[in-house]
């Protein structure tokens, strides 16, 4: 019986994790490019600068100190 359970249990957590992870992917439209280098953000755990009335997302504190100091550099039009 004791083992049953704990199957049961190895089940549930399998399941909870797969279902984890098919969370993150669909979350894939939260995720931005950082202009300064290349990397995906995410919008949720990311810097984020504003500027002429766009907000930009970036992964380090650095990155987004970089775009600071010379934004157009940066932007693709
Ligand atoms: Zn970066």
Known sequence: MKTL???TLLIVLVALI???ASLKGN???????DPVCGM??????AFHYKY???TYYF????CKE???MN?????VK
């Not at 992964?59 to 650095?62: G, I, M, N, S, V």
């Not at 934004?71 to 932007?75: E, L, R, T, V």
């Open 5 to 7: 359970q704990k199957i």
């Open 18 to 20: 797969s279902s984890c």
């Open 27 to 33: 979350s894939a439209s939260d995720n931005k490019i």
């Open 40 to 45: 995906k953000v995410d919008k949720s755990d």
């Open 52 to 54: 002429e009335g766009k």
């Open 59 to 62: 992964d380090k504190y650095e």
């Open 66 to 68: 970089t775009f600071k």
């Open 71 to 75: 934004p157009k550099k940066f932007i």
